[in-house]
């Protein structure tokens, strides 16, 4: 068995398996991780236009040394898919890494009524699906709320000897 690194190389893809393409926007698509044991020592964009950091309240910060990052694309046509790299650089004495993440598509079609606005804006595709109308298919949980979406998580732990 190998041991776990100091450091771990992540590449991270974004797929549309769907017929239809995101819309065109600063923000159609992206890709959100949460590192809880290690922070964001570099990252390469490849495919993707942004990425930023995010501190638990929210706040935007520089992704290196961020524990949160979001990758954000311009478009995503169908049936293609989007790559970046992150390096992680894990904690001193942490055992574990948890990556938790999620990804989302912004439909150029589908239209949703955001409830508490009263706007009609475009329908967000998310993986892993949200249950509506808990976690709704619009744009409400924006800035601070974002971290009430859903996200797969997975840990990565050294052995003990």
Excluded: Q
Excluded at 24 to 52: H, M
Excluded at 89 to 117: F, H, K, Q, T
């Amino acid at each position: 068995m190998r041991e776990l690194s100091d450091r771990l190389k992540l590449v991270v893809v974004l797929a549309n398996n769907s017929s239809e393409p995101s819309l065109e926007d600063s923000f159609a698509a992206g890709v959100f991780f949460r590192f809880r044991g290690a922070r964001v020592e570099s990252y390469e964009l490849n495919n993707f236009t942004s990425v930023i950091g995010i501190r638990e309240g929210g706040e935007l910060i520089d992704p290196i040394n961020a524990s949160m990052v979001e990758f954000f694309a311009r478009k995503l046509p169908a049936w293609h898919s989007l790559s970046a790299e992150i390096i992680l650089l894990r904690d001193n004495g942490s055992r574990c890494i948890e990556i938790a993440y999620r990804g989302w598509i912004m439909d150029e079609d589908d239209m949703v009524l955001e409830p508490v606005s009263g706007v009609r804006e475009h329908y967000i595709a998310r993986d892993p699906p949200e249950n509506y109308p808990e976690n709704p298919p619009d744009s409400r949980w924006a800035g601070k709320d974002f971290l009430k979406y859903k996200t797969y998580v997975l840990n990565i732990c050294r052995l003990e000897k």
